[in-house]
C-alpha cells in the first residue's frame, strides 16, 4: 500500500475502523480504496455530500481519505484529506472539474509524427499541470520516424524554458528506460492525443504489466473509451499511473496570467525591460519582449503561443 506520509498525523487514529485510504478508482457513485493491504468499494457519507455542491470533484482517484470499514467488506468514506495537487479540466459549463488528485507529475506526450509534433498543445498542457501544482514532463515519442536533430530544434525552447524532456521510440526502445525510471515512485497521469503511443510506451516499460489493456477488457467488454472509469494503476517498482477519461481534453482550458508565465520563463524575464509595467508586449512601445524577438533572443513561435494564450483569458 502506499504509505501515508504526507499525512502523519493520520496513522495516530484511534478508532479501529476508521483507516486512511487511497482512491484508486471511481465508478459513478462507488469508489475503490486501497486500505490495510486490499482494495475495498466505498461510498460516500451523505453529510459530506451536502457540504459541496459540485459532487463530482468532491472525491477523485489519487485523493486520501479517511473510510469506515464495515463488516461486509464495504467502507464509507468520512473524510477527505487536502489535495497536494489537482489535475483539472473544464467540465459542466465551463466549471473547473478536478479529474484527478495528488498526481506528482502530468506526463505530456507528443510524438514527432503520425499524428505530428504539436508545440503549442504541449504548452498549453503545461500550463494545466502548474495550475494544478504539478510538474510537467514532456515525452516525444515515435523519434524513429524523424531526424534527431530536427526533433531537438523542435524541443530545444521548451527545454530552454525549463521543461524537462525525454526522446523515445516505443518501437526502438529509445529513452524507455529514462522514462519508466521517471515514473517508478511517483504518481503519474499521462496527457496526450489519441495515437501518439501511450499505451505503446506503457507496454514498452512495463511489459509483464498492461495496464490500459487490462482496463479494456474488464466489465462490460467495451473500450476504455466508452467507460466511465477513473483509474490509478499501481507500477511495478511502486508508484501508480493514473488513466482517466476527459484527460485529453486537458489544454483547453483557460489559463491564468501566472500559470502561463510559468510556462514562458524566458520570456517573463525579458518583460522586466519594458517600457510599461503591464506590457501585453503586443503593441506598446519600447517592449524589451517584442525586440528580444525581432533580435532572435526569443523563439518568435513560443512568443505567438504566449500572446495567444494571455489572450483566452
Ligand atoms: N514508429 C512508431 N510507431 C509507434 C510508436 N509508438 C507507438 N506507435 C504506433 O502508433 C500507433 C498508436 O499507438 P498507441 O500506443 O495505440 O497510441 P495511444 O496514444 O495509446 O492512442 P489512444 O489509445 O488512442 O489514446 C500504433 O499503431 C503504434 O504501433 C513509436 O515509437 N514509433
Ligand atoms: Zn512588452
Known amino acids: 500500500m502506499r504509505s501515508c506520509t504526507r499525512f502523519p498525523g493520520v496513522a495516530t487514529l484511534s478508532s479501529e475502523q476508521a483507516t486512511d485510504g487511497l482512491v484508486t478508482r471511481s465508478e459513478g457513485s462507488v469508489f475503490w480504496v486501497e486500505t490495510g493491504g486490499r482494495e475495498i468499494p466505498c461510498a460516500l457519507r451523505g453529510r459530506m455530500k451536502k457540504r459541496q455542491l459540485r459532487v463530482s470533484s468532491l472525491v477523485v482517484v489519487g485523493d486520501q481519505v479517511i473510510v469506515e470499514t464495515l463488516a461486509d467488506g464495504t467502507?464509507?468514506?468520512?473524510?477527505?484529506?487536502?489535495?497536494?495537487?489537482?489535475?483539472?479540466?473544464?467540465?459542466?459549463?465551463?466549471?473547473?472539474?478536478?479529474?484527478?488528485?495528488n498526481l506528482d507529475q502530468l506526463v505530456i506526450v507528443q510524438s514527432a509524427r503520425?499524428?505530428?509534433?504539436?508545440?503549442?498543445?504541449?504548452?498549453?498542457?503545461?500550463?494545466?499541470?502548474?495550475?494544478?501544482?504539478?510538474?510537467?514532463?514532456?515525452?516525444?515519442?515515435?523519434?524513429?520516424?524523424?531526424?534527431?536533430?530536427?526533433?531537438?530544434?523542435?524541443?530545444?525552447?521548451?527545454?530552454?524554458?525549463?521543461?524537462e524532456v525525454v526522446l523515445t521510440s516505443a518501437v526502438t526502445g529509445l529513452g524507455v528506460d529514462e522514462l519508466r525510471s521517471r515514473l517508478v515512485g511517483r504518481v503519474s497521469g499521462m496527457?496526450?492525443?489519441?495515437?501518439?503511443?501511450?499505451?505503446?510506451?506503457?507496454?514498452?516499460?512495463?511489459?509483464?504489466?498492461?495496464?490500459?489493456?487490462?482496463a479494456t477488457s474488464e466489465g462490460t467488454g467495451k473500450g476504455r473509451h466508452t467507460t466511465t472509469s477513473s483509474r490509478l494503476y499501481p507500477l511495478p517498482g511502486g508508484g501508480y499511473l493514473a488513466d482517466t477519461p476527459g484527460i485529453r481534453e486537458l489544454g483547453l482550458f483557460e489559463d491564468s496570467d501566472e500559470d502561463v508565465a510559468g510556462v514562458f520563463p524566458e520570456i517573463e524575464a525579458m518583460a522586466a525591460g519594458c517600457g510599461f509595467r503591464d506590457c501585453t508586449h503586443t503593441h506598446e512601445p519600447s517592449c524589451a519582449v517584442k525586440d528580444a524577438v525581432e533580435n532572435g533572443e526569443i523563439d518568435e513561435d513560443r512568443y505567438r503561443n504566449y500572446v495567444r494564450m494571455r489572450r483566452r483569458q
Not at 85 to 94: A, C, N, Y
Not at 114 to 133: D, I, N, V
Open 114 to 163: 503520425q499524428p505530428s509534433f504539436k508545440r503549442r498543445l504541449t504548452e498549453r498542457f503545461m500550463a494545466t499541470a502548474r495550475r494544478g501544482a504539478m510538474s510537467a514532463l514532456v515525452v516525444v515519442n515515435k523519434c524513429d520516424l524523424e531526424d534527431k536533430r530536427v526533433v531537438e530544434s523542435w524541443v530545444e525552447p521548451l527545454a530552454a524554458g525549463g521543461a
Open 191 to 214: 496527457a496526450g492525443q489519441s495515437g501518439v503511443g501511450k499505451s505503446s510506451l506503457i507496454t514498452a516499460m512495463f511489459p509483464e504489466y498492461s495496464i490500459r489493456t487490462a
Open 75 to 101: 467502507g464509507v468514506i468520512e473524510e477527505r484529506l487536502p489535495r497536494q495537487t489537482e489535475l483539472v479540466r473544464p467540465g459542466f459549463r465551463g466549471l473547473p472539474h478536478v479529474i484527478a488528485a
